[in-house]
């Protein structure tokens, strides 16, 4: 089943934040989180396994709340480098295949 | 260290031909996997494979099928190819095989039928 990425794409300025969330309809054991610039491979950001807990280094962070099946990604005081569509992609157990979302293209204006 | 290496970087087919693509990990990595990227779909899972062995498999009919080699290399092929198996196709590799660790991916072999 794959994950439900909102909002689909978002424009901001140098400097604002952002917020991608990421929901399933199933359980989840793990959340991970990658980005990919245009022309390049994605490049992983982090991974969360249930349990709430918040992870993040440098401006970016995430948070998964396991009950409610969802994860958001945070990004503050955004740079022009954080440009780029950031997937998500979900596990139900430690064994499972990881199942990408659509994506969220994000574009940041000097 | 060497990343994941796809080859070749693009490819041209026509209707009905059969494809194959290369990849091949980090080194010391087991875990190989395939991607298709479409425009809009997001990346969607082909399969896994951990020491030659096929561990997932997507919902993909069976004109794709995927093998891995003893050096942990893997290729998949696509036969009786169709216009809508054009897109860009990734595989990426891990080390110890959990799927709760960090995925590396190449750069993708973007196929374009005809």
């Known amino acids: 089943q794959q994950p439900v990425q909102s909002p689909q794409a978002v424009i901001l300025r140098e400097g604002e934040d952002a917020v991608i969330n990421c929901s399933s309809s199933k359980a989840l054991y793990s959340v991970h989180w990658y980005r990919q610039k245009h022309g390049e491979a994605p490049v992983f950001l982090m991974i969360l396994l249930k349990g709430g807990e918040q992870k993040g280094h440098d401006k970016i962070s995430a948070s998964f709340n396991e009950k409610k099946q969802q994860s958001s990604l945070y990004l503050t005081a955004s740079q022009l480098s954080y440009s780029g569509t950031y997937f998500c992609g979900t596990g139900q157990n430690r064994d499972d295949k990881i199942i990408f979302g659509k994506g969220t293209r994000l574009h940041i204006l000097p | 260290k060497a990343g994941v290496t796809q080859t070749p970087r693009y490819l041209i087919k026509t209707r009905g031909q059969q494809v194959t693509l290369s990849c091949s990990p980090i080194?010391?990595?087991?875990?190989v996997s395939w991607y298709q990227q479409t425009p809009g779909q997001g990346l969607q899972f082909l399969f896994e494979y951990f020491s030659e062995t096929q561990r997932n498999k997507g919902n993909f009919p069976g004109r794709f099928s995927g093998r891995q080699f003893s050096n942990s290399r893997s290729e998949m092929n696509v036969s009786t190819l169709e216009l809508g198996d054009s897109a860009l196709y990734l595989c990426?590799?891990?080390?110890?095989?959990?799927?709760?660790?960090?995925?590396?991916f190449g750069s993708g072999t973007q196929l374009s039928v005809l």
């Open positions: 990426a590799s891990s080390g110890r095989g959990s799927f709760n660790e960090k995925l590396f």
């Open positions: 080194s010391g990595h087991r875990s």
